[in-house]
């Protein structure tokens, strides 16, 4: 995208819509009626969402406060679960304002233009637009794992069924969601109003008849042990500053794996034993150029995580009959699988016995 | 009849000052001076396609060439 194209107000009705009639000044700043573009443009604020939506949308803003698209708590939640000090001048501190502060979003990052981190640029004019674009604001952040899965990009596996039979859009699932609820959480799973398979597929829990596979696992196994195909894992980053001064992280190639394994966030309304696990980039030497030991207590939480695979299928070879799964090991996340730094992280997740074949199936 | 003229002046009297006290004053709109008009020089340079490809600074946003992987 060029420059010009990131500020160009494609259509200039936009000043005749409810935002347009706030005036540019009161949610930029800057000088409007001076004509050189450079005094104009002193005290221009590009992205004025923190100080301004709240004006009028404080019912949305409230929850977006503490949102974890906007606070970032799910990093810290872990960083910190992992003995990881943030403080104000620590130097996860200074870390983490080098590498992952970026991945925050703000409204207008995702109602009216692209992420700052990619690059920003209105998505269609200054148009607020209600729903996201899946591809210029949701695939944008999310695109290496899931955007990738859930479109088929991934070599050799398909894309997600509610994709290519329904066309459905991020936002068609996630919605109230994405702003969060009042409650301040951990992980996108502790979200409350977070979006789950039965909320459109309640048939699959009131009617089993004639589908022994449901009947015999309902509430055991997350939905995507029998119906997600493999998925992208990454292992071992490590960021750093480079010697022009600028964030760098390094990682090792990603790998495609499918792991079930059990499940460490288990309560009462996530209740399934089995799940599906992915492995994040972070390695306890991650932060280690900015200080020797600084996730002391590393494990502490698994490295292999609770996930939910956006390649979900009707049909996949471990739902094809109850051998397909029963007593193949390959399918599950076992000692051999996980390297021996990190065995004691994952020991309350690592299957130690994989269900047996079933005889005569 | 000099009666009756008072009361009606008094009356309307009454109803511009109810009307004027009733008026709902819109505390996030723009002030004559921050609106429409004002507005419109931002939009003038902004929705010129020709005149934003003559003036634009492009700032080169420096990326590390180190990073390797997803992230």
């Known amino acids: 995208m060029e420059v ?25 700043g800057g000088d409007s009626r001076i004509e050189d573009k450079e005094t104009a443009h002193v005290g221009i604020v590009a992205d004025p969402s923190e100080a301004n939506c709240n004006t009028c949308h404080k019912d949305i803003a409230h929850v977006n406060d503490i949102s ?25 501190a200074e870390a983490f304002e080098n590498h992952c502060q970026q991945c925050h979003t703000s409204c207008g990052q995702c109602h009216v233009s692209r992420p700052d981190e990619l690059g920003g640029g209105f998505i269609s004019g200054h148009e607020f637009r209600e729903t996201p674009s899946m ?16 479109l088929g990009e991934n070599a050799g596996i398909p894309a997600d069924v509610h994709w290519t039979k329904a066309t459905m859009t991020c936002t068609k699932c996630h919605s109230q969601e994405l702003h969060g609820s009042d409650q301040s959480v951990d992980t996108r799973y502790g979200n409350p109003v977070a979006v789950n398979c039965e909320d459109c597929h309640q048939d699959v829990w009131t009617n089993t008849a004639g589908n022994p596979q449901h009947e015999q696992h309902l509430g ?7 119906h997600s195909l493999p998925y992208k894992n990454c292992y071992s980053c490590h960021v750093n500053i480079d010697q022009k001064g600028l964030p760098s992280r390094i990682s090792d190639p990603s790998e495609m794996h499918f792991e079930i394994g059990y499940n460490a966030l288990r309560s009462s309304e996530n209740p399934y034993k089995y799940v ?38 009707l049909k996949t070879p471990q739902n094809e009959s109850c ?14 699988d996980v390297s021996p730094a990190e065995s004691e992280a994952n020991k309350d997740i690592i299957v130690p016995e994989i269900p047996a074949p079933r005889p005569g199936e | 009849m000099k009666r009756l003229l008072f009361a009606v002046i008094g009356v309307l009297i009454l109803v511009t000052i109810v009307a004027v006290g009733c008026v709902v004053e819109d505390g996030v709109g723009p002030t004559p001076d921050e ?16 005149l934003l490809k003559q003036t634009v600074t492009i700032v080169e946003e420096e990326k590390s060439e180190e990073t390797s992987g997803e992230g």
């Open chain 1, 4 to 28: 010009w194209q990131k500020v160009f107000l494609k259509d200039a009705d936009f000043i005749q819509s409810t935002h347009g009639k706030v005036g540019c000044v009161i949610c930029h």
């Open chain 1, 68 to 92: 974890l698209h906007t606070s970032l708590g799910g990093f810290i939640s872990v960083l910190e679960a992992r003995g990881g000090n943030l403080e104000e001048d620590s130097p996860l």
């Open chain 1, 135 to 150: 591809q210029y604001n949701c695939i944008a952040c999310h695109g290496s794992r899931v955007g990738a899965e859930y």
């Open chain 1, 220 to 226: 055991d196994l997350s939905c995507q042990v029998c």
């Open chain 1, 276 to 313: 599906v696990l992915r492995h994040p980039p972070v390695t306890a030497s991650t932060f280690d150029y900015y200080g020797e030991n600084l996730l002391p207590n590393f494990d502490a939480v698994p490295t292999w995580k609770y996930a939910t695979p956006h390649n979900i299928q």
């Open chain 1, 323 to 336: 051998n397909s799964c029963h007593g193949n090991r390959d399918l599950f996340l076992t000692e051999d």
């Open chain 2, 35 to 50: 609106g429409e008009g004002v507005v419109s020089s931002c939009v003038t340079c902004h929705s010129d396609k020709d």
